[in-house]
Every structure is written in structure tokens, then in C-alpha cells.
T-cell receptor, first 111, second 113 residues
């Protein structure tokens, strides 16, 4: 079992729909990151969370430390949101501040 | 610089060839990480530097992989005698360290033929 699991693996939505991507992890963490990766490899950091909820534009990220679960929501989705969304955790158990990544969720938003 | 710069963006190597991948982190970022991302997978940790010190190399898959950061800024990931299973995107990330976030480079896509 991976330390970080995401669902769904693939998600197709129509423009304007509300999107939810889920992340569950099995280790104690000091922080959780949501990242966006476009074709070509570049990764953009969206959020870093250790508790509660953060909002940036149409993106909302929440985390429940007790349940070891986080969600990324996209409101009013748009085709330009199409990308791979990756959840990554900074574990309390590993040295330094390296990240352990989920396998990503491929989101496609159709016009 | 404004971001993390990696070069080359794409590299095709013949099996058995040695390759060197470069990462230019953000100036002043003490932490530098290398990750390997196979097609359709999430990135996997390779190695971590704090300044010039390589504090964790537990993710390097074999002794063909070697990384250095001699002056605490630019880092090079070297792969000797490349194999087909080394084909992946190699990502570099840097951070101020501690509770700060990370900035990722665009990656180097290595294809071994």
C-alpha cells in the first residue's frame, strides 16, 4: 500500500462542473502539498497545508489531520484546469524535508 | 534566478552512455532535491542536499547514479552506463528549508534507446 493514495486516477468533467480530488495518507505528516503538473513535466505548487482550509481563486484545499485525508476542490472548472494534480506529503518520519508523492489524478475538462 | 532551471529539457542517450543533468536552484535556497518520475507515476525521491552536503541519498536506485552540489548552488545528477529503465523525467526542486514550500524545475526528460 502506498503511503499516499489519490482518487480518482482519472477524472473527466464538463466545463463549469465542481471537481473534487481526494488524497489519503498513512504516515504522520508535517505538511501536505497539492501540486499541478502540465504536459511537459513542469510542476506548480498550489497549496501547502498543515491544518484547516486554504482558498486561492477557484481552488480550495482542505485537510483533516485526524482522518489523514485531504481534498482539492475546483469550482467552475475550465478547460485550462486540465492537468495532473498531485498530492504530496512531508512525513515526520523521513529525514530532511523530502516529499512523498501520490500517483496523481489526470483531470480533463471538456468545453 | 526567478525559478528553478533545469537543463537539458530533453536528452536522448544510447544505452551505456553517461549523462549529466543540471539543476540551477533559486538563489539562496539551501535545500535541493532530485526526484525521478516514470511515465504515469508520481515522482520518487532520489537525493537531498542542504547547501553542499548530501544529507540523504537513499533514493538513488543504483551506484550508477551520482549527484553533487559542490558549492551549495548548482547541482548535477550523473547517470553512468544508462539503461532503458532509467528513462524518466528527472525533477529538481529547491526550498529555503524548514517550513517553506518548494519550487520545482520543468524537469529533464531522459530517453534511453
Amino acid at each position: 500500500k502506498n503511503e499516499v493514495e489519490q482518487s480518482p486516477q482519472n477524472l473527466t468533467a464538463q466545463e463549469g462542473e465542481f471537481i473534487t480530488i481526494n488524497c489519503s495518507y498513512s504516515v504522520g505528516i508535517s505538511a501536505l502539498h497539492w501540486l499541478q503538473q502540465h504536459p511537459g513535466g513542469g510542476i506548480v505548487s498550489l497549496f501547502m497545508l498543515s491544518s484547516g482550509k486554504k482558498k486561492h481563486g477557484r481552488l480550495i484545499a482542505t485537510i483533516n489531520i485526524q482522518e489523514k485525508h485531504s481534498s482539492l476542490h475546483i469550482t467552475a472548472s475550465h478547460p485550462r484546469d486540465s492537468a495532473v494534480y498531485i498530492c504530496a506529503v512531508r512525513s515526520e518520519e523521513t529525514s530532511g524535508s523530502r516529499l512523498t508523492f501520490g500517483e496523481g489524478t489526470q483531470l480533463t475538462v471538456n468545453p | 534566478g526567478a525559478g528553478v532551471s533545469q537543463s537539458p529539457r530533453y536528452k536522448v542517450a544510447k544505452r551505456g552512455q553517461d549523462v549529466a543533468l543540471r539543476c540551477d536552484p533559486i538563489s539562496g535556497h539551501v535545500s535541493l532535491f532530485w526526484y525521478q518520475q516514470a511515465l504515469g507515476q508520481g515522482p520518487e525521491f532520489l537525493t537531498y542536499f542542504q547547501n553542499e552536503a548530501q544529507l540523504d541519498k537513499s533514493g538513488l536506485p543504483s551506484d550508477r547514479f551520482f549527484a553533487e552540489r559542490p558549492e551549495g548552488s548548482v547541482s548535477t545528477l550523473k547517470i553512468q552506463r544508462t539503461q532503458q529503465e532509467d528513462s524518466a523525467v528527472y525533477l529538481c526542486a529547491s526550498s529555503r528549508g524548514g517550513a517553506y514550500g518548494y519550487t520545482f524545475g520543468s524537469g529533464t526528460r531522459l530517453t534511453v534507446v
